[in-house]
C-alpha cells in the first residue's frame, strides 16, 4: 500500500505562482506513473498533468497548459507541480495519485490510479 502525502496549498491572488509536493512511502520509479487531480466543490475530479516517473514523459489536461509543470525525483521519492499565473478558475482541492497503468487514453483519468493522498487546498482570488 503506497502512502501518498501533499503539501504546498494555500491561498495566491490571480497571476500567482505554488509548488505542490507530494512524497511516497514507496519508490516513485516503481511506480511507474503518477499524477496530479484536482476537485473543486460540485465538480467531478479532473486530472491535471501525469508524468512516467522512469522516462520523464508528461501529460497535461488542455486548462494548465504552458502554465503547470509537472516532475518527479525519484531519489526522493517526491512527484512536484508548479503552477504558475493562476487563476481563480484553478481552485479546488489538488489530489497526488500513483500506480497508473500509464494508458495514454486514460492517463488523466482517475479510475487509472491506484493510491491516493488526503489532498491540498489551492485558493487563488480575484
Known amino acids: 500500500q503506497v502512502q501518498l502525502v501533499e503539501s504546498g496549498g494555500g491561498s495566491v491572488q490571480s497571476g500567482g505562482s505554488l509548488r505542490l509536493s507530494c512524497v511516497a512511502s514507496e519508490s516513485t520509479y516503481r511506480s511507474y506513473c503518477m499524477a496530479w487531480f484536482r476537485q473543486a466543490p460540485g465538480k467531478e475530479r479532473e486530472g491535471v498533468a501525469a508524468?512516467?516517473?522512469?522516462?520523464?514523459?508528461?501529460y497535461y489536461a488542455d486548462s494548465v497548459k504552458g502554465r503547470f509543470t509537472v516532475s518527479v525525483d525519484n531519489a526522493k521519492n517526491m512527484l512536484y507541480l508548479q503552477m504558475n499565473s493562476l487563476q481563480p478558475e484553478d481552485t479546488a482541492m489538488y489530489y497526488c495519485a500513483a500506480g497508473g497503468t500509464g494508458d495514454t487514453a486514460t492517463i488523466l483519468t482517475a479510475p487509472d490510479y491506484n493510491y491516493w493522498g488526503q489532498g491540498t487546498q489551492v485558493t487563488v482570488s480575484s
Open positions: 508524468i512516467y516517473t522512469g522516462g520523464g514523459r508528461t
